[in-house]
């Protein structure tokens, strides 16, 4: 069972976060409900304080009220949603200091796990993460909206650290990086559909010359200056 759980979200790392297509399982409704309004959140769709109904994502969704109920109760779980009964779902807004107080959260965690099981990454880590610099470039060329620049480091950030084997941590990570991406799109969105970024990405292609080379403490450094760098948004 661990196996197949470590699998499924080194999979899913891999990935950029995408909406698979709705089911008759309820289940699978209500997930592709969640990630179809935290995907509307990401884009900026819908903004702070705007209020959703369940009344109003039955009939967008076409489905019964279950499986939105649900999905909106997971997204409050997240903190993407705020609900207010008899008023609705509210899309939550983000302070700075909650921002300051994840990318700490970040740095002490994928900085120490990396110094601890850096060791452990294997060579086809390695070149998956060659791929995931390569394809970054290959948009770069046209000029990359922040939308797509920021997930491209959000995809390299948790390929990285789903070599860990800790399914736990891994999910609590994605969380927080959720949330950042949640506050960009909140304080950029404007530019955030702009092609902007032409650059290299030379901090990603650092960490990942340094792994190569077993210097796991420069990595490190690398990984924390690159969790810092805002320049992204």
């Known amino acids: 069972m661990l196996q197949s759980k ?3 979200y080194r999979k899913q790392a891999q990935t950029n976060m995408t909406c698979s297509v709705p089911t008759t399982n309820n289940s699978n409704l209500k997930e592709y409900i969640h990630d179809q309004i935290l ?3 990401i884009e900026g769709t819908l903004q702070p304080n705007m209020i959703l109904h369940e009344k109003k994502l039955m009939e967008q969704y076409g489905v019964s009220r279950s499986p939105v109920r649900e999905a909106l109760i997971q997204l409050c779980s997240e903190g993407t949603l705020c609900n207010y009964p008899k008023r609705g779902y509210e899309v939550s807004s983000i302070t700075e200091k909650e921002i300051q107080d994840i990318v700490h959260f970040r ?3 994928e900085c120490s796990f990396l110094m601890q099981c850096g ?3 294997s060579d086809e880590t390695l070149k998956k993460l060659d791929e995931c610099i390569a394809d970054h470039a290959v948009l770069q ?4 909206t922040a939308l797509q620049h920021w997930t491209s480091n959000m995809k390299f950030h948790l390929l990285l650290f789903s070599s ?3 399914p736990y941590t891994y999910q609590k990570l994605k969380e927080a990086i959720t949330i950042q991406t949640r506050f960009y799109v909140q304080k950029s969105s404007k530019k ?4 902007v970024f032409t650059d290299r990405d030379v901090l990603h292609q650092a960490v990942l010359d340094y792994l190569k080379q077993k210097n796991y403490a420069m990595a490190s450094s690398i990984l924390k200056a690159d969790i810092e760098d805002r320049s992204a948004v």
């Open 6 to 8: 470590q699998h499924n």
């Open 39 to 41: 995907k509307d959140v």
């Open 107 to 109: 740095i002490a965690v």
């Open 119 to 121: 060791p452990n990454i």
């Open 141 to 144: 060329a046209n000029g990359l």
């Open 164 to 166: 860990y084997d800790n």
């Open 192 to 195: 955030w559909q702009t092609p």
